[in-house]
């Protein structure tokens, strides 16, 4: 099939990549001339793995290609997908500004039976006021699908390759049945291709979202109340997550989720519910209860340092979101930053990928250091707020000889407890109870 790609962030790049690696004609387009420029030189502006490889090897089949001409890719496409950003708004329902501008762009060019495809996150009845401004704009019934997408960023290709499931949102069976085809390599093992109406579909994104951000805000509660009352909330996961009916995934405690799409899915959906005369306590709670966990190492530093935080120097491992990723929009680590900066405090920062994102907004506020340990040196402590590998093993001998005093202050749980009593360490954790030498 030929396929356009409108917008060629984390979604566009990985969907537009994985659509021509199974043998589709895609042109990716972006508003964006540097990012299109680089990409035609193989150059991927983000850290996704497995993404690289896989754009320069459908670009050189031809089968991949990137413009800044809207016109002359929508003109020749019988899917015309739109990946554009859909962020959070002032009032905090989603700014579609992005979305229209395409879809006011695309409109003199669409062929008459080609389908525009919504891949980006959007309200419900964002797909019915497409269709009607396409309506309007061409003179005729355009085919509007919409085709939520529920990839992770840093497993985006696996994820878009072996999806649990594929939702369809269509008005025309027709419609539908090309969208299985184009789908059909991607689900080969015999996972659900579901087909719904467009609200179903864009709803069923935004409660998806909304559900997994609820159980780590759940968690993260409950790690609270242990870390007061006694226990440790691994335990409590483990015996909760044996119960088939409850189960494991996404109850990880740490210092609050963060990235691209949680934080404002979960306020836009809260402006759904606002919309619809329904008061949203629960995804405010959730919301809320977030916020607040972003600043849980903040407040266990300074319950260590009586806070008094001034000319103390910290190291931080970890700036993304989320490991596997450079992406730091919505990321805890800023917050914790921010505080420390503000509380007069020196800040040593080392990630993987994510820090020249990190230098582009703090420039010489912070020191930067290639290697994890390199961080340590002269640092009063050393505070984790991304569970990327490499962190998980240090040579804790070298992490005590190198801190000035071995304190760790731990968001994502790496180590163990009892190990860290014996090797001396003071070691705050999430959810379990503070150790001490
Ligand atoms: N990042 C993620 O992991 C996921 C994101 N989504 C949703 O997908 C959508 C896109 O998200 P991301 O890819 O993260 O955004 P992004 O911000 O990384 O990329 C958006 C791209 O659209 C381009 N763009 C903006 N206006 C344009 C225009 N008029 N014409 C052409 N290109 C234009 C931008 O230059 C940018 O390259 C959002 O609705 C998001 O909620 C859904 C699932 C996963
Ligand atoms: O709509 C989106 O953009 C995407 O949002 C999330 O994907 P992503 O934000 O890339 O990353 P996640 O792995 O979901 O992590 C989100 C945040 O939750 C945190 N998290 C995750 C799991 C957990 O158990 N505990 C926890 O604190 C992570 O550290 C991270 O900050 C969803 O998992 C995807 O299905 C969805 O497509």
Redesign the pocket.
């Known amino acids: 099939m030929k396929i356009a790609m409108?917008?060629?962030?984390?979604?566009?790049?990985?969907t537009g990549t994985c659509f021509a690696d199974s043998g589709n004609q895609v042109t990716c387009?972006?508003?964006?001339a540097a990012?299109v420029a680089a990409l035609q030189e193989g150059k991927i502006?983000?850290f996704e793995p497995g993404l690289e490889e896989l754009v320069v090897r459908n670009s050189e089949a031809g089968r991949l290609l990137f413009t800044?001409d809207?016109a002359a890719a929508v003109k020749d496409a019988e899917l015309v997908y739109l990946?554009?950003?859909?962020?959070q708004g002032d009032d905090g329902a989603?700014d579609l500004s992005?979305?229209w501008?395409?879809v006011d762009?695309l409109a003199p060019h669409l062929q008459p039976d080609a389908a525009v495809v919504i891949?980006?996150?959007?309200p419900v009845g964002t797909n019915a006021q497409a269709y009607a401004r396409l309506k309007e704009l061409t003179g005729r019934e355009c085919h509007v699908a919409s085709n939520?997408?529920?990839?992770?960023?840093g497993a985006?290709i696996d994820d878009f390759m072996k999806p649990d499931r594929v939702v369809v949102g269509v008005r025309d069976e027709k419609v539908g049945e090309k969208l299985r085809r184009l789908y059909a390599p991607f689900l080969r093992t015999e996972k659900p291709f579901l087909v719904m109406s467009p609200e179903s579909a864009e709803l069923t994104?935004y409660v998806a979202?909304a559900m997994l951000a609820t159980k780590i805000s759940f968690i993260n509660t409950m790690a609270n109340l242990t870390e007061k009352l006694g226990g440790d909330i691994n335990d409590v996961r483990r015996g909760i997550g044996h119960d088939s009916r409850i189960g494991f995934s996404f109850l990880f405690p740490g210092v609050g989720y963060g990235?691209?799409?949680f934080p404002?899915?979960v306020r836009a959906l809260e402006a759904m519910f606002a919309r619809a005369g329904i008061d949203p306590v629960m995804l405010q709670a959730v919301d809320k209860i977030n916020e607040e966990q972003k600043s849980t190492l903040l407040e266990k530093i300074n319950d260590y340092y009586s806070d008094d935080l001034a000319g103390k120097t910290f190291a931080i491992w970890g700036l993304a979101f989320k490991p596997r990723t450079d992406?730091i929009?919505e990321a805890p680590a800023l917050v914790l930053i921010e505080k420390l900066l503000a509380a007069g405090a020196k800040v040593r920062v080392h990630d993987p990928e994510a820090t020249e994102n990190v230098a582009a907004i703090y420039g010489d506020k912070l020191i930067y250091c290639d290697l994890p340990l390199e961080t340590l040196e002269g640092a009063d402590a050393l505070a984790i707020n991304t569970e990327w590998a490499e962190f998980r093993q240090p040579d804790m001998n070298e992490v005590k000889r190198l801190l000035s005093a071995p304190v760790i202050f731990d968001g994502r749980n790496l180590y163990d407890c009892a190990t860290m009593k014996d090797l001396g360490f003071t070691y705050y954790s999430i959810g379990r109870q503070t150790v001490r030498p």
């Open positions: 409108v917008g060629t962030g984390y979604v566009g790049l990985v387009v972006d508003i964006n990012k502006p983000i800044t809207l990946g554009v950003g859909t962020p989603a992005a979305l501008a395409v762009g891949k980006s996150t959007v939520p997408e529920f990839l992770k960023e985006a994104k979202n990235g691209s799409c404002k899915d992406d929009r």
